[in-house]
């Protein structure tokens, strides 16, 4: 079965970077779409960042681009999600997970991570 376990997690100052990872065993990483979804409190589950399989095709939400970039190393089975500039707004558990199609609603993944939680705070 699948398993996705996320890290690289923390606190951070508003302004500064951080880089998440996300790591898939049980299955071939290629077969998947890799989405990132945040968390924050009270709030509703909401997609960030989704790569196609081969790295080639990326999309964010609006919010976040140009500040954060997702990428993955095949050879690897891992995506990542490099963040700068975080600002208070982007505190929140951070999950990735998998899918077969280039979707932002969290009912097309199927995997889902744990979760790593990201704290902004001066």
């Known amino acids: 079965q699948v398993q996705l376990v996320e890290s690289g997690g923390g606190s951070v100052q508003p302004g500064g970077s951080l880089r998440l990872s996300c790591r898939l065993s049980?299955?071939?990483?290629?077969?998947?779409?890799m989405g990132w979804f945040r968390r924050a409190p009270e709030k509703e589950r909401e997609f960030v960042a989704i790569?196609?399989?081969?790295?080639?095709?990326?999309h964010y939400t609006d919010s976040v681009k140009g500040r954060f970039t997702v990428s993955r190393e095949n050879d690897k089975n891992t995506v990542y999600l490099e963040m700068n500039s975080l600002k208070f707004e982007d505190a929140a558990v951070y999950y990735c997970?998998?899918?077969?199609?280039?979707?932002?609603?969290?009912?097309?993944?199927?995997?889902w991570g744990q979760g790593t939680q990201v704290i902004v705070s001066s």
């Open positions: 049980g299955d071939t990483f290629t077969r998947y779409n």
């Open positions: 997970a998998t899918t077969r199609g280039f979707s932002t609603a969290a009912r097309d993944y199927s995997n």
């Open positions: 790569i196609d399989w081969r790295g080639a095709t990326t």
